[in-house]
């Protein structure tokens, strides 16, 4: 079943001499529980493109469909609805707020719901973070794992319909980097968490089920890989 349909997607910025076409017709699908890995040169789109799957930027033209609704279409008091319910967002930068504890973090996207967390699911997801003995801790308490751990959490959170990360662990060390992409594999392979993950780093790229290439804002590969 796909969970994911990118139809004739166009992105463009500027106009006549400044205009850059950042992503030129792109089409794709994702089926639930995929782990897909895009990559690409500076400049070649993928971050736009997981902007607007995240519905953080809106495109020139085409369709968006997230689990049969396109996002592209919604209002933005909708769009933020949607967003807060069915999609997960990853940063590079964590995005934490720092007055906020470690639960206050991982639980926002409840609370804006006005909604009390669930505490039996909350248990579970912090265990499998790591982070229970880190639940009163501010940000600047934690390390740069932690915090990236903690981003995760506040992620998955709604039980997303796409759990999207922006270069991940692009500001952590090795050791790190390799425990934050095991934790979303684990995700991805105990729950089913459906994972689109934007990177440089070819050693995340060839852990993924599947790999789509962009260049110069077009799909120029697009490999299913047997992991």
Known sequence: MNILEIKNLCKTYGKEETRVDALKDVSFTVEKGQFVAIVGPSGSGKSTLLHILGGVDRPTSGQ????????AALNETNLAIFRRRQIGLIYQFYNLIPILTVEENMTLPILLEKKKPDQKTLQELVEKLGLSDRLRHLPNQLSGGQQQRVSIGRALINHPALL?????????????????????????KEAGQTVIIITHDERIALSADRVITIEDGQITKDEVRDV
């Open 64 to 71: 968006v469909l997230i689990s049969g609704t396109d996002i």
């Open 164 to 188: 999207l990360a922006d270069e991940p662990t692009g500001n952590l060390d090795s050791k790190n980097s390799k425990e934050i992409i095991a934790l979303l594999r684990k995700f991805n």
